[in-house]
């Protein structure tokens, strides 16, 4: 091959990098509290004597910010962070933010270069849940913010007297459930020992939220309860074993109960990037597994006797969906009344009773 094609083909690979660079300088930035530190138009070696971090590697971090203009070059070699494009990467960080981060360059990215040692030796990391399960745990809570006003709708109309939240992580979502609904008792169940631990911490004001440690296909409350949170967890359950963790909820759901599902669907029509290297992050491990697909979904709740409704997307770019499971003996008078929370269903109903006050 001609020498001029293959430097211009390698040219263009090379402008590809361009695209990481702003995640990995917020990255850094985060974990080390620069971007506080140029808060204020100082020089790189006013940080580096504040900060006692390497100059030169500093420098190089500084580079880069300006180029991707996350930082902004004064006067006499001083900088400053741009408030404009990095606002939301200083002061108090988000935890969400800080996780979202940390889940991307410290798990998804290092497997993804993995993958070629995967292939050739057949042997598949393995997702360490006493590691890593704090960060996953609040990335997870960030998710389901965008499903809250459909579930807050569901509990203020239905006779709920106790909630569920399996693979509960910190806690966070009871959290709120707790302050719209102090009568309604809540037990949040995850596996990973610590997360439990910071989540009681965190819930210490909040007497109608306990929590326990246990696997969530075998755990099961004392009494059948209402509602049940399933919220992120399919890709850690093997596809064989998914009617089984259904069989099972369907043991302690109360017949006029509802499961709300949030889960990243494979194949959807939307996100397909994002959801595709999802679901090579999710299949390099041996201990986790490939995003379900909505027929999937669709099969194994119709031989567990639950009925799938309110399918919708939640999270476009990612391809995350919410929909509600359901005995299916109930599923048609939940469809007829705006229980559910599905905005659909609420337009139906206004609609309903503004036919009859026209008509009476």
């Known amino acids: 091959m001609n020498e001029w094609v293959i430097a211009m083909q390698a040219r263009k690979w090379m402008k590809k990098n361009e695209s990481f660079l702003p995640s990995w300088h917020a990255y ?39 180029a991707v203009k996350h930082l902004k070059k004064r006067p006499n070699e001083r900088f400053r962070t741009s408030k404009q494009r990095c606002s939301t990467l200083m002061g108090d960080v988000s935890p969400g933010l800080k996780a979202i981060l940390k889940e991307m360059m410290e798990l998804h990215i290092p497997t993804m270069l993995q993958y070629p040692e995967i ?33 807050f709708k569901m509990l203020r109309h239905r006779n709920v007297r106790t909630v569920v939240d399996l693979g509960c992580g910190h806690g966070g979502y009871l959290r709120k459930l707790a302050q719209e609904f102090p009568g309604v008792q809540m037990i949040g169940v995850d596996i990973n020992q610590k997360v439990v631990n910071k989540a009681r911490r965190l819930s210490e004001g909040y007497p109608n939220i306990s929590f326990e440690v246990g696997d969530i296909k075998s755990w099961e409350p004392e009494e059948k309860t209402d509602v049940v949170l399933l919220h992120n967890i399919f890709h850690y359950i093997h596809p064989d074993e ?119």
């Open 119 to 151: 292939m050739r030796s057949h042997h598949r990391a393995k997702f360490d849940h006493e590691r890593h399960g704090e960060i996953v745990a609040e990335t997870s809570a960030l998710l389901e913010h965008f499903a809250m006003k459909k579930i």
């Open 28 to 66: 850094v930035g985060v974990e080390l509290d620069l971007f506080n530190e140029f808060e204020k138009s100082i020089t790189i070696d006013e940080v580096s004597d504040n900060t006692g971090y390497p100059r030169d590697l500093l420098a190089s971090w500084v580079r880069v910010g300006v």
């Open 242 to 360: 998914r009617g089984e963790l259904l069989d099972h909820l369907h043991q302690y759901v109360t017949d006029q109960g509802v499961i709300s599902v949030i889960t990243p669907i494979s194949e959807s029509g939307y996100g397909h990037a994002f959801s595709s290297a999802f679901n090579s992050f999710f299949i390099a491990h041996e201990n986790l597994f490939a995003l379900p697909k909505k027929e999937e979904l669709e099969d194994i709740s119709d031989d567990c006797q639950f009925e799938m409704f309110d399918f919708d997307p939640i999270i476009k770019e990612g391809s995350w969906y919410t929909f509600w499971l359901a005995p299916s003996s109930p599923v048609n008078e939940i469809r007829q009344s705006t229980m559910a929370g599905s905005s659909e269903q609420s337009i139906q109903a206004d609609r309903a009773k503004a036919e009859l006050t026209r008509t009476s």
